[in-house]
Nanobody
Framework: QVQLVESGGGLVQAGGSLRLSCTASARTFSQYGRGWFRQAPGKEREFVATISSSGRNTDYADSVKGRFTISRDNAKDTVYLQMNSLKPDDTAVYYC?????????????????WGQGTQVTVSS
């Protein structure tokens, strides 16, 4: 069973930082496009960041540009989301995802595998 497992969520004050990690259970994920999405209570799941299989291409939601950085270490089958200058509006469950067919994408429908999510809460 292929799995994605997120970690690194928690409670942080506004202006603080967190780093999320997402580790895959299969080496084939190093060839997949990867993404981070988030879902706040009562809202739809939304795109946060994506990175290509090589790591050379990235894209971000406008709301996180300049504050969040996505990266990957294919030797460890892990993708990271460094989140700085966190705001209360960043509070959500964060999900990592993997796409077999898209090198990188901001669309939920492009992703075939999803993690279970990790809670990020930013207090004001």
């Amino acid at each position: 069973q292929v799995q994605l497992v997120e970690s690194g969520g928690g409670l942080v004050q506004a202006g603080g930082s967190l780093r999320l990690s997402c580790t895959a259970s299969a080496r084939t994920f190093s060839q997949y496009g990867r993404g981070w999405f988030r879902q706040a209570p009562g809202k739809e799941r939304e795109f946060v960041a994506t990175i290509s299989s090589s790591g050379r291409n990235t894209d971000y939601a406008d709301s996180v540009k300049g504050r969040f950085t996505i990266s990957r270490d294919n030797a460890k089958d892990t993708v990271y989301l460094q989140m700085n200058s966190l705001k209360p509006d960043d509070t959500a469950v964060y999900y990592c995802a993997a796409s077999r067919y898209y090198s990188w994408s901001s669309q939920l429908s492009a992703y075939d595998f999803w993690g279970q999510g990790t809670q990020v809460t930013v207090s004001s």
